[in-house]
């Protein structure tokens, strides 16, 4: 996203700690927004996306806020007829934080992402990225629902054999082999083209069609996985069993019929049947499902985890493969509680002796995490898209392993430089680091060390304290931001610091830093900030932009004042006033931060000499106080008393 369009953005900001909405003004303001609506808790917040027009396109919001807290806020938000893009920014730990993004899935919230505190330029425009203004913005229709589908168009379907199975290669991880396909019904509607199983399963279930589609899949599935095995195509062939009828006794003695009638081994088979209906006419199924296991069949529980009683049905079926579902796969590489969940089930999966496949693989990153977690298929749009039955034999012919090895090659190694002036924390920090094994480790007690290393070595990634004794990491940062060492300015940068303060917070931000740690820093928390810092687009800003910024004093030249801003009207225009406004300095206190630009006199008497700034509409601070702290342009991070603030 350019700043042009930045500049067109809303944004408003939700956080009631002055300190946190300071360094996200501050963070927009950099980025070029200069529409800018703050709120301190949920109910401010609300009412002015009610009445707001043009509306808010993106929305920061805290999840910890008094009154109306974020969780209550998103809630209330569902109902809105116009919807922001939502970024949350808060601290709190990670299983809380995907249990917010599930509620938000839930009430069908437009969640781009979410940002540790402090943020960061790089991984705020890398979720601005995301948002698509026209799109989101559609007020909701109010029958978004796809057209109904009359039992007889999809009775007279199934009758003209428009229902055809589509083909998805599944690829086992470790040798990048084709070991097998599943099919994936399509209806070819003579009026409205290829359907997906989205646009007409629900109906088909509805009907009482659901076993009448399946015989046909399985059956057309059988004849056509018997033709590839007599071209040589050996695969195995996965359909679903979505039967209402599993728990008939007479049930798997028909597959076997409708299978076997086509010639296709029965072990080249494998039924996928979800947990659900696993759970139906419990004697009469299990018997079923283990006749088929008996005739050689192989049975998949599908969806894994998605139903109640996921370790319960491992325990009664004798199922050959776990399937995992692609709702986990698609959010496992941002959440540490649904990593965890897919990791141990796929340790259950290793100690049950069974298959484990991974439905819905899309990015390389989320292949990398289940081949690292030991998964043994793969199956997804990375590797290809489900096709016709004529199309499957070309592609595995042109299929080599290698075309997925470049897709998903791991980020190269990166050589680190830890700068830590306390012994025991150098060497506990530098030892975490090497069993990362993420690339050469090395270490410097001080600024002047690290500028030695700097001129002998090129490293990929900086991490250092902020406190060193006599001198200041930030310095450090400084001096690399704007290109005064060997190494260039897009080196990626991790802060460590025992304290929050708001010059602190506020300098991170404007040196771009790319990750923050607290201290003491967990081995994951390490990890978690290299992996951000690393796989961020990091474009560091021209080297003028960081010459002015100094740990030690801020710019002395700002045109800018500290203060609290309100806008009070003028009855008449005067010499003073000749805009006809009055603005008015109140509760002016240590510690507080640049608010909006107030140009002084010499900056007004001396208009060609007024550095250049993009205007900032900032709104007044909804809140039931008198307005708070905000922070604009450069040099904001200077003046504030260094009173720490706690970070939620």
């Known amino acids: 996203m350019n700043q042009s369009e930045i500049e067109r953005l809303r944004f408003m900001i939700v956080e009631d700690e002055p300190t946190q909405r300071a360094s996200l003004v501050a963070l927009l303001t950099r980025i070029g927004a200069r529409h800018i609506t703050q709120a301190e808790h949920g109910r401010a917040a609300l009412e002015m996306l009610q009445a707001q027009s043009p509306p808010t396109d993106v929305l920061l919001c805290d999840l910890d806020l008094p009154e109306m807290d974020g969780m209550a806020l998103l809630r209330q938000m569902a109902g809105l007829p116009s919807l922001p893009s939502i970024i949350l920014v808060s601290q709190l730990d990670a ?77 086992e991880m470790d040798s990048g082999r084709v070991v097998g396909v599943e099919a994936l019904v399509r209806w070819n509607h003579p009026h409205r083209g290829l359907l997906a199983p989205g646009a007409f399963l629900a109906a088909v279930e509805s009907h009482g069609l659901m076993d009448h589609l399946t015989w046909i899949v399985l059956s057309q599935s059988a004849a056509i996985g018997q033709t590839w095995h007599q071209r040589g195509l050996a695969l195995t062939l996965s359909v679903n069993l979505s039967l209402s009828s599993l728990g008939r006794v007479e049930l798997a003695e028909r597959i076997v019929e409708v299978v076997s009638k086509h010639g296709f081994p ?74 965890i969940v897919v990791e141990s089930s796929l340790d259950i999966a290793r100690k049950l002796k069974l298959k484990s496949t991974a439905e819905g693989i899309d990015p390389p990153q989320q292949w990398e995490m289940l081949k690292a977690m030991g998964c043994d298929i793969a199956q997804g749009y990375l590797i290809a898209k489900p096709m ?47 069993q990362l094994r993420l690339g050469r480790v090395e270490t410097a007690a001080s600024v002047e060390q690290a500028l030695h290393c700097l001129e002998y070595a090129r490293y990929g990634l900086v991490i250092t304290d902020v406190d060193l004794g ?135 008497a001396h208009p060609a000499q007024r550095p250049c700034a993009h205007g900032v509409d900032h709104q007044p601070l909804a809140r039931d106080a008198p307005p708070a702290a905000q922070t604009a342009g450069r040099g904001a991070f200077g003046r504030a008393a260094p009173t720490p603030q706690r970070l939620k």
């Open 95 to 171: 299983a809380m934080r995907d249990s917010v993004f599930a509620m938000a899935q839930a009430y069908r919230l437009p969640i781009l992402g979410d940002m540790a505190k402090p943020p960061s330029r790089s991984k705020l425009l890398d979720l601005l990225a995301l948002h698509q203004a026209s799109a989101l913005h559609k007020p909701r229709p109010a029958n978004a629902a796809a057209p109904a589908v009359e039992r007889d168009e999809i009775a007279a379907g199934l009758k003209k054999g428009e229902f055809v199975p589509y083909f998805q290669p599944k690829v």
């Open 388 to 434: 016709p039955a004529e199309a499957l034999p070309d592609w595995v012919a042109r299929w080599h392993p290698g075309s997925l090895k470049r897709r998903t090659s791991s980020a190269p190694e990166v050589d680190i430089l830890l700068v830590e002036d306390e012994d025991f924390q150098r060497a506990t920090y530098a030892e975490l680091l090497r």
């Open 470 to 604: 006599q001198s200041s990491g930030l310095e450090l940062v400084r001096l690399i931001r704007s290109r005064q060492t060997p190494v260039g300015p897009q080196t990626r940068i991790v802060l460590l610091s025992s304290h929050a303060e708001q010059d602190l917070v506020l300098q991170s931000i404007a040196l771009d830093i790319n990750g923050y740690l607290a201290k003491p820093a967990s081995a994951f928390a390490l990890q978690e900030a290299i992996e951000q810092a690393l796989t961020e687009a990091f474009i560091a800003q021209p080297a003028v932009h960081y010459l002015g910024l100094s740990a030690a004093e801020p710019p002395a030249d700002s045109p800018l004042s500290a203060s609290i801003l309100r806008d009070t009207p003028a009855r008449t225009a005067t010499p003073e006033h000749p805009s006809g406004r009055a603005l008015a300095l109140e509760g002016l206190e240590a510690g507080m931060v640049l608010a909006a630009p107030i140009l002084n006199q010499e900056a007004q």
């Open 266 to 339: 029965l072990s080249s088979m494998i039924l996928e049947v979800t947990e659900s209906a696993a759970m139906q006419a419990v004697g009469p199924s299990l018997e079923n499902l283990t006749r088929l296991r008996l005739r050689g069949f192989g049975l998949s529980i599908d969806d894994y985890g998605t139903g109640y009683s996921a370790l319960q049905q491992l325990t009664r079926v004798p199922f050959t493969e776990l399937k995992i579902d692609q709702s986990f796969v698609r959010t496992a590489v941002q959440h540490e509680t649904t990593r």
